[in-house]
């Protein structure tokens, strides 16, 4: 069974960047494209972007210019690193497997509760 | 960006009801959609994808259809366990886009 584990600073300050990575354990891990998504308090979901294990990355437009996500397939992680971040950035950010040939996300981490304060 | 609207934002039903929550895109996104399930406090829950195709585990009381531009999920009887927030998502470009949520409460 595929499990995601996340975990990271849940404390930032802004103008600070934001990094959080996801272990996989369980299943293939080069043969998927793994994400980022968050989820503002009481809010719906966004997504921020995905990697595959070669390092091909896709990004949300709205978030491109301060995101970074990155793979290191010798021990099955993937990172996200989120810069200047402001209030509008907490949020509980989950990482994801996205099921192959269909693009939606059949495995999920517990999620990390990240505040950025003023 | 694909704009996903979902109907009604929120609905009470009673358990045994047979609810209907609707997502609209804003394009045709063909048959590139899924359905997510999320209880306060926990990870969405893929329940459905390709619109119709149920995800491994998935009761077969959750069901899903449409094409194009309208899709609809379907609770055929309502279970305690149902009581969640459902959210659609446009698997057909990027960037991919969630619907705002419909949250199913207790009547």
């Known amino acids: 069974q595929v499990q995601l584990q996340q975990w990271g600073a849940g404390l930032l300050k802004s103008s600070e960047t934001l990094s959080l990575t996801c272990g996989v354990y369980?299943?293939?891990?080069?043969?998927?494209?793994w994400s980022w998504i968050r989820q503002p308090p009481g809010k719906g979901l966004e997504w921020i972007g995905e990697i595959n294990h070669s390092g091909s990355a896709n990004y949300n437009p709205s978030l491109k210019s301060r995101v970074t996500i990155s793979v290191d397939t010798s021990k099955n992680q993937f990172s996200l690193k989120l810069s200047s971040v402001t209030a509008a950035d907490t949020a509980v950010y989950y990482c994801?497997?996205?099921?192959?040939?269909?693009?939606?996300?059949?495995?999920w981490g517990q999620g990390t509760m990240v505040t950025v304060s003023s | 960006d694909i704009q996903m609207t979902q109907s009604p934002s929120s609905v009470s039903a009673s358990v045994g009801d047979r609810v209907t929550i609707t997502c609209r895109a804003s394009?045709?996104?063909?048959?590139?959609l899924a359905w997510y399930q999320q209880r306060p406090g926990k990870a969405p829950k893929l329940l459905i994808y390709?619109?119709?195709s149920l995800q491994s585990g998935v009761p077969s009381r959750f069901s899903g259809s449409g094409s194009g531009t309208d899709f609809t999920l379907t609770i055929s009887s309502l279970q305690p366990e149902d009581f969640a927030t459902y959210y659609c998502q446009q698997a057909n470009s990027f960037p991919r886009t969630f619907g705002q949520g419909t949250k199913v409460e207790i009547k």
């Open positions: 994801a497997r996205v099921k192959r040939w269909r693009n939606v996300f059949d495995f």
């Open positions: 394009q045709s996104i063909s048959t590139w």
């Open positions: 390709a619109v119709s």
């Open positions: 369980g299943g293939s891990f080069s043969d998927y494209f």
